[in-house]
């Protein structure tokens, strides 16, 4: 059997001792071109290195490609729902997101609005918005009125956050929104071609900037559109994130290098880099188990929903060849620690907290 570029380039990655996080972008092998493939022709969909075995896993046993999970449709939301059921403590993530996380926002956050002035919110990811009215029922406290420009690309979550707004209306009197429903770059391009130069005082990518080509031109961007004194707040999983792991090890989510593996540390980098002050906020410690005992059983719909929010692969039970399941699951088991008969894997997210300097001599 032949291997195509996109497979070769998969095992390639794959057959790498490691391809930690914070070394990933040196590490990473760029997709080959098709004439630097010779060797890797012939080779079947199992691939001996000399400590473990590799499976070439992208595509069915009827020779499809395997289907990322999208942000577009209603299983999004379904495996969303089992991962939440299986980290039982977002709700208090989400109390520690309204008391620390926005107490920590208002502190860094240094404009003083001319008086009737709102506050200028922009949204990128929002997703539900469910972490976004954390944060905004607290800068309601100092801020009665903000302007909140939400940008998403997902139709469907704009629809859940504005059913959200409106269920909780009475706690979000004062807050005026514009919707989007585009990506970061999409969003981008159409303000530069409007000539929108809006700037804001309080900007949020939370687990969404990974979805972007270009990570570093992305927070660059974000930054110009900060009013002086204003704050950027964006999270990733860590390193450390067991979910992270198992991404870099099996890389289904990334269909071609034209969206790197980026992780936290990149964005700190950057920052480090550029001179922009900022603070590492980490998710408290404990709110980090992520039980999913249910995806090692065969007949478990909730295990089924875990898998593919875990490998990003829709159906991936059904989809995924046998051998490759296997390895999954076996790759799993090894990150995994067992406590009174669960596996629990470790998710772990830092948050980041980046200020733009009030006066001249800042670095945008
Ligand atoms: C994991 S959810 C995070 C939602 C929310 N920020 C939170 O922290 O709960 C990722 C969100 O990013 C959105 N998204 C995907 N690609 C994007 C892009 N290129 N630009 C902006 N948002 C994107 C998805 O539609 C989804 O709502």
């Known amino acids: ?49 000399v400590d473990k075995v590799v499976h070439v896993p992208t595509k069915t046993p009827d020779n499809k490609p395997l289907e990322t999970i999208s942000f577009y ?15 039982p403590w977002t709700p208090d993530l989400n109390k520690w997101i309204h008391t620390h996380l926005g107490s920590r926002v208002l ?16 949204g990128i990811g929002s997703g539900e918005g469910e972490v976004e009215y954390n944060l905004i029922t607290r800068l309601l406290s100092k801020y009665p009125t903000i302007h909140n420009t939400v940008v998403d690309p997902s139709q ?38 409007s000539g929108d130069r809006t700037k804001f005082h309080f900007i949020s990518a ?29 999270a990733m999983e860590t390193d450390r994130c067991d979910v992270m792991k198992i991404e870099e ?20 980098a950057h920052f480090e880099k550029r001179g922009v002050p900022f603070a590492v906020l980490n998710q408290p410690d404990d709110q980090r188990d992520f039980d999913v005992t249910a995806i090692f059983d065969e007949s478990s719909r909730e295990g089924a929903l875990l898998l593919d929010f875990i490998s990003s692969v829709a159906n991936f039970r059904q989809v995924a060849p046998p051998g490759l399941l296997a390895d999954f699951l076996s790759y799993v088991r090894s990150l995994a620690t067992l406590r009174e008969g669960r596996v629990l894997l470790f998710y772990d997210t830092d948050y980041v907290l980046a200020s733009k300097p009030k006066f001249k001599n800042h670095f945008v």
């Open 73 to 87: 449709d209603d299983h999004y939301l379904e495996c969303q729902r089992a991962f939440e059921k299986a980290s």
């Open 156 to 193: 469907t979550q704009l629809d859940l956050y504005k059913d959200l707004i409106k269920e909780k209306a009475p706690e979000l009197d004062g807050v005026q929104y514009d919707w989007h429903a585009k990506t970061l770059a999409q969003y981008r391009h159409s303000s530069e071609e």
């Open 107 to 122: 502190e860094k956050l240094d404009s003083t609005l001319p008086e009737g002035g709102q506050l200028k919110l922009l």
């Open 206 to 234: 939370l687990f969404c900037l990974y979805y972007e080509a270009d990570l570093y031109s992305s927070l660059e961007y974000l930054l110009s559109r900060l009013e002086p004194g204003g704050v950027l707040l964006a």
């Open 1 to 49: 059997m032949e291997i195509n570029a996109f497979e070769a380039h998969v095992f390639a990655k794959m057959a790498m001792p490691s391809c930690k996080p914070d070394a990933c972008r040196s590490s990473c092998l760029p997709y080959p071109k098709s004439d630097e493939l010779d060797g890797f022709a012939g080779v079947d969909n199992c691939i001996s290195t």
């Open 249 to 268: 090890r099996f890389q289904f989510g990334a269909d071609s290098d034209d969206v790197p593996l980026y992780c936290f540390t990149d964005m700190t």
